[in-house]
């Protein structure tokens, strides 16, 4: 099945439960949507979103194979979801979020959508203090998936500037320049230079918030 690259499992993130509605931002071929359509089970549902026909139809594609009913794919982006206020339980997303040009409209977009006391629950690419422009453009040619990552204070300050509450940021793997350096050397890059500045700054997490209750 081709369904997925990411940098996380946010199905097993959101602790999902039988009945809930579950948005995937971002779903390429599927998997993750499929995923948690079988654990909200029958009376839940599963709706993935991606801007691609081709991976819609993958997705379709896969969602036939899997033979799993309560299961949706939706035409959009990311920033504009095409769902109603409050009307999903849950939102996942694996290594997507970080790619938008407009992070602060995301995140306001999964607060309407969610139902108050709904869960924000994706795996993202996040940074960890400060890296110097020309160093982050040297380990983009290492992984692109990098580009737009936030640091991470600054995305705890977006989530509470959309409205979310809550906040955990949980790194579940840390980048380092070990990783990168055949690659990079290749690209005439002097690894031992730029290390002290990137070595374990970048790193895949879980990143938690809830949209606040109803308050009388």
């Keep these: 099945m081709r369904a997925s690259l990411g940098c996380g499992n946010p199905t097993a993130l959101a602790t999902l439960k039988p009945g809930e509605v579950v948005l995937d931002l971002g779903s390429s071929g599927g998997i993750d949507v499929l995923l948690s359509a079988k654990r909200v089970g029958p009376t839940g549902k599963a709706y993935g979103l991606d801007m691609t026909d081709e991976m819609l139809a993958l997705a379709n594609e896969n969602k036939g194979k899997a033979g799993v009913k309560n299961v949706e794919f939706l035409k959009g982006e990311i920033e504009h979801i095409p769902l109603p206020n409050d009307s999903v339980d849950v939102i996942i997303s694996n290594c997507v979020i970080n790619l938008s040009a407009d992070k602060d409209q995301v995140l306001r977009e999964a607060l309407r959508v969610l ?63 070990e990783e990168a350096r055949e690659f990079l050397c290749g690209q005439n890059i002097d690894v031992d230079a730029i290390a002290p500045q990137v070595d374990g700054k970048f790193m895949s997490a879980f990143v938690r918030a809830v949209k606040p209750e109803l308050r009388s």
């Design 115 to 177: 139902k108050p006391g709904g869960r924000f629950a994706v795996s993202d690419v996040v940074t960890r203090g400060e890296i110097p422009p020309q160093i982050r453009k040297s380990v983009l040619l290492w992984d692109g998936c990098i580009a737009g990552a936030l640091e991470e204070n600054e995305y705890r300050t977006k989530l509470a500037s959309a409205g979310f509450e809550n906040i955990e940021i949980e790194p579940t793997r840390i980048y380092r320049i």
